[in-house]
């Protein structure tokens, strides 16, 4: 099998990446501004809603319930979508799912295809898949454009171009659109992608697009976005693809009430988004005359199968947990060396990949919680984060000298006669470092922190002895 | 009441102080508190970093010290977090149905120090006289695991002399996280500028928290900027009775 997560396994260790970002301080200026718009768009519109908490309860449990009934509800979506008279393929993998798609293309002998943007297809490096068959892949959404043009990497997972300001997109836009002028506000940026746009809306005749819901009961997909390329892609086109991951699916058409309430609210602020299509397999003189959908495991039902961190396919990639990440604010998604970054990154990335790749990654993390309370489905990814560098430790792959630190630590703090010559080690050990009351450079990998911080130095005695002092004293 | 005092070990170790004021509150509020010698670490450390089998024994140490005691006080947020939402977890892991059942005995009797005043003794005015600017820094596991909310600010308002600013921001993580700091130290001191930022634009004299770990964190970077905003924890603003001499300059 040969699951893939876009370059993830190339990708550098997320601190060296990070060391990297950090200093890109115009990158950080957009990320910071961006970041901040979206969580206080998405914090208003949050709290307008009284049965919120209830809301994100709700979600919790279909997704849940869901989950351990996944084998079931795909084939129910499958029978449904193929009597509305949909074409349901299944692929295990990256390369199966390329293969499908490209193998469609193909028989209708087309070159071009408009795209409405998809992570989905980013996991499974669709578009190089498609370019090596000789297909030219269009992203029609403004981010995604900007992210194709530019030939860069998606750095948000609702917001592809987040780490771009207005200036360098114009710029861009200038040199890849071949224009002569361009004026540098939105309304003009917007303006000429809508031109570049339009005239590939009207002439390829096939359009490939993911999936926010893939609904069981009824074997319909839905996809909710802001801008209208979706609409256009999804009407305009003779043959229309769905990459969905088995993830995506949701038992019945009435849980689009819960979903649809929590995801615009939760992605961009939004009360509901601009244009939320939902479509059922064909329809006579109305949208494609073919539909075809992927269903794409790609290392999903290994995270299925444990227990513990099945939680991570609840999410529904709104990308609140990357806003409210003070790590993702400060380094932006490039360091996460995956299209799926900040703290559902940190957890999807790794565990799709078996944990063989990426395991950087769960300790990309001060385990500070604010992805979990911001989560509308309420994935506890502290919770999985802490589980899975349980499982880069007893595979055997956490750094010698952290072994060797914790292994002494779990000793010393095996009973207070030994914390307490620890403690008498650690006063002795330290003498050599200490200047006024405090320590400026720490030895060994301890000399990370104080590059700049100061350390505390251990005082002359520890509580437990003053409390011994205190008790003879008392008692005499 | 009989309070039993779980110090936690880097209290111990580096911050006697906070465990010396935590005595001196309760003693004034007319309760008896014991100090069980054998007590070591909750495993939060080893836990969070992904050694779970090594976290293990030190829940099994914590049970057994604290089998029996009435009321567990505990001087740190993170701690309790690491016995309210972990323990359950490792008991569970374990199948153990008599280990299971000691860590729901337990649960109910471990108190964060300003839960303990607020909720179980019905104390907001302790009785200090602290006249110097403060500011507060929740830290995260106090607002989003203990969601200890307003309880620290209660204390802190009816203190004698205290002036209480509020810090902006307030709930972004000063970037400690435990080996975080270390192992991705670059991103935790860029969390940790933010954070000084905002401290500084308090112009608060003390910095204060109800966790060591980010006040260590906190205090190692104004230290180094050798800027004049001293941190305490906020059992030792409350065990005070008169001025601290030169908060802010002794740093």
């Known amino acids: ?476 | 009441m009989l309070i039993s005092l779980f110090i936690t070990c880097y209290n111990d170790t580096l911050f006697p102080e906070t465990g010396k004021a935590v005595v001196a509150v309760l003693e004034r509020l007319g309760h008896t508190v014991e100090f069980r010698e054998a007590q070591t670490c909750c495993g939060q450390m080893h836990y969070n970093t992904g050694y779970q089998q090594e976290a293990f024994p030190l829940m099994r140490h914590f049970l057994e010290v604290f089998r029996g005691a009435e009321v567990i006080c505990i001087p740190s947020a993170s701690c309790v977090a690491m016995i309210r939402e972990h323990f359950p977890v490792m008991a569970a892991d374990s199948t153990d149905p008599k280990l299971i059942h000691e860590v729901n005995d337990l649960l109910p009797r471990v108190f964060e120090f300003t839960e303990l005043l607020v909720d179980k003794l019905g104390v907001t005015d302790v009785g200090a006289f602290f006249p110097h600017p403060v500011t507060f820094h929740t830290s995260c596991h106090s607002l989003r695991s203990l969601h200890v909310g307003d309880k620290p600010m209660q204390l802190l308002k009816n203190i004698r002399g205290l002036k209480l600013t509020e810090l902006p921001d307030s709930d972004q993580c000063c970037g400690f996280g435990g080996t975080f700091a270390i192992k991705n130290a670059p991103v935790s001191s860029a969390m940790l500028s933010d954070k000084i930022g905002s401290i500084l634009k308090t112009n608060a004299q003390v910095c204060a928290a109800g966790d060591n770990s980010c006040l260590m964190h906190i205090d190692g970077g104004l230290t180094r900027q050798k800027a004049p905003v001293k941190c305490m924890h906020i059992a030792e603003i409350l065990a005070a009775t008169e001025p601290v001499s030169n908060p802010g300059s002794d740093q």
């Open chain 1, 1 to 476: 099998m040969t699951v893939r997560v876009g370059n993830a396994a190339q990708a550098p260790d997320f601190p060296e990446a990070a060391k990297k970002q950090l200093a890109n301080a115009q990158m950080r200026r957009n990320v910071r501004h961006a970041t901040d718009v979206i969580r206080a768009k998405r914090n208003r519109v949050a709290a307008e809603m009284p049965d919120w908490e209830a809301l994100r309860e709700s979600a919790r449990q279909i997704k849940a319930h869901t989950l351990r009934h996944l084998d079931t509800y795909l084939e129910q979506f499958e029978k449904a979508c193929t009597a509305a008279g949909g074409r349901v393929h299944w692929a295990k993998d990256a390369d199966e799912a390329n293969a499908i798609i490209a193998a469609i293309i193909n028989s209708h002998g087309e070159k071009e295809v408009i795209k409405i943007k998809t992570m989905t297809s980013d996991e499974i490096r669709l578009n190089p898949a498609l370019e090596a068959e000789g297909i030219t892949p269009f992203e029609t959404d403004l981010a995604d454009l900007i992210v194709q043009l530019g030939n860069d990497q998606p750095s948000h997972i609702v917001v592809p171009a987040l780490h771009r300001n207005k200036t360098e997109i114009r710029k861009l836009f200038l040199e890849k659109m071949k224009l002569e002028t361009l004026g540098d506000q939105p309304e003009d940026l917007t303006e000429a992608a809508r031109r570049y746009l339009r005239e590939k809306f009207l002439r390829v005749k096939i359009g490939i697009g993911g999936a926010n819901f893939a609904i069981a009961e009824t074997g319909s997909v839905c996809i909710v976005e802001s801008e209208g390329n979706g609409r256009m892609c999804l009407t305009l086109p003779q043959v229309f693809i769905s990459l969905v991951g088995i993830e995506k699916i949701i038992p019945e058409f009435s849980d689009l009430e819960v979903f649809l309430q929590l995801l615009p609210r939760s992605a961009t602020g939004e009360r509901m988004n601009p244009y939320n299509s939902i479509w059922t397999g064909i329809s006579p003189n109305d949208g494609p005359k073919e539909f075809h959908v992927v269903l794409l495991d790609n290392g999903r039902s290994e995270i299925l199968a444990d227990e513990k961190t099945r939680q991570t396919l609840q999410c529904i990639r709104c990308a609140a947990c990357l806003n409210v990440c003070p790590v993702y604010r400060q380094t932006g998604g490039h360091a996460y060396g995956s299209i799926y970054s900040g703290p559902i990154g940190a957890i999807v990335t790794p565990q799709l990949q078996s944990m063989q790749h990426s395991q950087s990654l769960p300790y990309a993390s001060s385990l500070c919680g604010a992805c979990y309370e911001a989560c509308p489905v309420k994935i506890n990814i502290p919770e999985v984060l802490i589980e899975l560098r349980g499982k880069v430790v007893a595979a055997g792959d956490a750094p010698a000298s952290e072994k060797i630190a914790m292994k002494t630590a779990s000793f010393a703090l095996s009973s207070s006669r030994r914390l307490a010559t620890a403690q008498k080690f650690v006063r002795i050990a330290q003498w050599p470092l200490v200047h006024d009351g405090t320590i400026s450079k720490l030895p060994g990998f301890l000399g990370a922190w104080s590059e700049t911080r100061n350390m505390r130095s251990a005082p002359a005695e520890s509580f437990r002895q003053w409390w011994k002092r205190r008790r003879k004293e008392q008692h005499s």
